[in-house]
């Protein structure tokens, strides 16, 4: 039987989900021998050209360029799955998209007209079909080994979409809002992390974006209650989801 | 006259987006660039109006291969402005993450993107049929240093343990002495691993780089040293800005980088191990004299043993630091912010990390600016270019298009970091 092929694709990124792939330090050989490495520039010079079965795609589309690329990514690829918080909601450099990107590019470049750039960082899943979209800044690598098996095997991954407290008590964790007070992120977060701040002492900060029907509204009023500030509110919503529309709309509100 | 280009449109086996374009007329090379069209995230201009206590998550986002770069960079350039000096376990602590990431992106570039070249494989997974032993070792290196990072961090890419004025939370002794197996075998393995990899053939390129790095009186630079080179620079890293000089050229989305008054820069392994080589531990010296390393290497093409090297000392020093670890009372200092500018230089796997601040009375962030070490070194990597390929235009398109991209790799560059920067193209004509 042929093997399946995997291709793996990069746009605005810092390179660490992908990067997620090969810390699989003790999977990685046993994956390279089930599955066909066609295309993936950062481990290999051999690059075989598509149609591939499972395309990941690090980082959101800020160029022009970019943003035809991924539809030529779209095209060869049968399922594409969006790895991380960039391809999912734009990243951190989606902050552009609440400010003016003409002032950003004279802040850091001398010759803003030597930079190509778009107003804009958004999701790959704004631009063409994406079959799923993998949360984390950065991922978690067991949650791409899931992935990646999972539709090699033709199932949907088993990834639950829940919020970060809904781990933190299976985990036995000590709820650091409740508990300590912390201005915590946990309630309207996808789970996934492996509630690594909370058994760190300190609250979530949202690297794995928005749960669905996030409850935002109420958790701007508990951080509220718990003495943020309006700016405070508005920044913990706008970090490396901040292109995510839960958490870009309440942002929105604090103003 | 025949003319040729030779064009790599998308470097593999580097971190980011980069191309290297190469026009060659007759036997002459006329033009030898590393593109850099990395896309711009403006990390100077989005961090303006945050609080400073945010500056180490937002800013190691630049790059997930050395965030312990950026973290240690924004906290000791924060901490200077609000009189605050982290020392006793945790700065030790500091330390150990450092070696942590030292040894996972070296041993990554080392053996899974840069020994590949020299083998003639297209990457570790060929490299790995044939030579198992040595890509199951460099696996298990990688794992140790990501280890390290997790047990510190939370997790190995972006810890989320890591504040202004220390850690979040320390790790129980019990946790970090758990690593010392592991550490053990690595030193263990590691005359063995450098054996391997001095046997590689090293094309003769030696050059006459000015090298600058940290240097500090009493150990190898992580964290902490006076800005030094070959050439007489010694500064406080506070002068940064003085003796390095950005400037933007239009084939590059990232900043090139002179010293003042003179010429071109070279940092990263080659150049600590010049400035620092008597800081080495001895098992590192050793291991250095044993694959034939003078005390200071010139050839570009041999770092990866240098890196090696690197390694060694990272497991020793690791070894070092966890036996002397106790718990410290606290995880932090508490750290008030007062307006001020400061200034952070740590030593990244590939180079000095420079960042400095301005923060306002509240710790808002008023102003910033971040030099990642490949955007350093770009400049410095298409003069290696233009000098090895003007040497080598005899060869065919194929044979010069790889060993170009290998000079490109000695400099194991960071395209993502370097963007504020990489496209091969050779054009003959």
């Known amino acids: 039987m042929r093997k399946k092929t995997l291709a793996v694709f990069k746009f605005a990124s810092c390179d660490g989900c992908q990067l997620s792939l090969l810390d699989c330090e003790d999977e990685l050989l046993a994956l390279a021998g089930a599955i066909e490495i066609a295309h993936f520039p950062e481990a290999s010079r051999a690059v075989m050209d598509g149609p591939y079965d499972l395309t990941l795609v690090e980082g959101s589309i800020t160029t022009a360029h970019d943003a035809e690329r991924i539809k030529h990514v779209r095209a060869q690829s049968r399922t594409l799955v969006t790895i991380g918080a960039c391809a999912t909601a734009g990243g951190i450099q989606a902050l552009r998209n609440f400010a003016d990107t003409a002032e950003y590019l004279s802040v850091v470049y001398a010759r803003p007209d030597y930079i190509e750039t778009l107003a804009s960082s958004t999701s790959i899943a704004s631009h063409v079909t994406v079959d799923f979209e993998l949360r984390g800044c950065p991922i978690d690598k067991r949650q791409l080994l899931e992935v990646i098996t999972s539709f090699l095997h033709g199932k949907r991954p088993s990834i639950t979409d829940e919020s970060l407290c809904a781990d933190c008590k299976r985990a036995d964790v000590v709820c650091v809002m409740v508990s300590k007070g912390m201005p915590c992120l946990g309630p309207a977060t996808h789970t996934g992390c492996g509630v690594l701040c909370p058994r760190h002492d300190r609250a979530c900060y949202g690297c794995f974006g928005p749960v669905t029907a996030a409850n935002t509204g109420a958790l701007a009023e508990r951080l509220f209650q718990l003495g943020m500030r309006k700016d405070g509110v508005k920044r913990v919503f706008r970090s490396f989801n901040a292109g995510a529309p839960a958490f870009a709309d309440e942002s929105r509100k604090h103003e | ?429």
């Open chain 2, 1 to 429: 006259m025949s003319s040729r280009t030779i064009e790599v449109n998308y470097l593999a086996r580097v971190e980011g987006e980069g191309a290297l374009h190469l026009r060659i007329h007759g036997d002459q090379v006329e033009e030898a660039r590393l593109k850099i069209f990395e896309p711009p995230r403006f990390f100077e201009a989005l961090l303006r109006g945050r609080d400073f206590r945010e500056a180490p998550d937002i800013t190691q986002r630049i790059c997930g291969i050395c965030p312990v770069a950026y973290l240690m960079s924004a906290c000791h350039a924060l901490e200077g402005i609000c009189g605050v000096q982290v020392d006793g376990p945790l700065r030790e602590l500091r330390r150990l993450l450092y070696c942590g990431e030292w040894i996972q992106s070296h041993a990554l570039h080392v053996f899974m993107l840069h020994a590949p070249d020299f083998l003639g494989y297209q990457d570790a997974v060929q490299m790995a049929k044939d030579h198992p032993e040595l890509v199951e070792n460099a696996l298990r290196l990688k794992k140790l240093g990501n280890a390290i990072m997790t047990a510190l961090g939370g997790r190995e890419i972006h810890p989320i343990n890591v504040k202004v004025g220390g850690f979040y939370k320390t790790p129980r002794r019990s946790a970090l002495l758990a690593l010392l197996d592991e550490l053990r075998w690595a030193l263990d393995a590691a005359p063995t691993m450098a054996q391997q990899l001095s046997a590689f053939e090293f094309p003769e390129f030696a050059q006459d780089y000015e090298f600058a790095s940290l240097r500090h009186d009493d150990e190898y630079p992580f964290n902490e040293g006076r800005l030094v080179s070959n050439r007489g620079l010694d500064v406080p890293v506070s002068e940064y800005d003085q003796v390095f000089v950005q400037h933007q050229v239009e084939h590059s989305t990232a900043l090139h980088t002179r010293v003042a008054g003179r010429g071109l820069v070279h940092l990263g392994p080659l150049a600590r191990y010049a400035l620092n080589y008597a800081k080495l531990h001895p098992q590192a010296r050793d291991v250095a004299q044993r694959a034939g390393l003078g005390e200071v290497c010139r050839n570009p093409f041999q770092s990866i043993v240098v890196r090696f090297v690197e390694i060694v000392y990272a497991l020793a020093e690791a070894v070092r630091v966890i036996e002397a670890y106790r718990e410290p009372d606290a995880p932090a200092l508490v750290v008030e912010p007062r307006a001020g500018t400061g200034y952070g230089a740590t030593e990244a796997p590939r180079g000095i990390c420079y960042q400095r601040y301005t923060i306002d009375d509240d710790g808002s962030i008023s102003a910033s600016k971040i030099v990642a070490p490949t955007s350093v070194n770009q400049a410095v990597i298409e003069r290696d270019l233009f000098a090895f390929a003007s040497e080598r235009t005899q060869l065919s398109d194929e044979a010069l298009q790889w060993q170009c991209e290998q000079a490109i790799r000695n400099y194991d560059p960071c395209i993502s970091c370097a963007c504020h920067f990489l496209r091969l193209t050779v054009e003959r004509t």
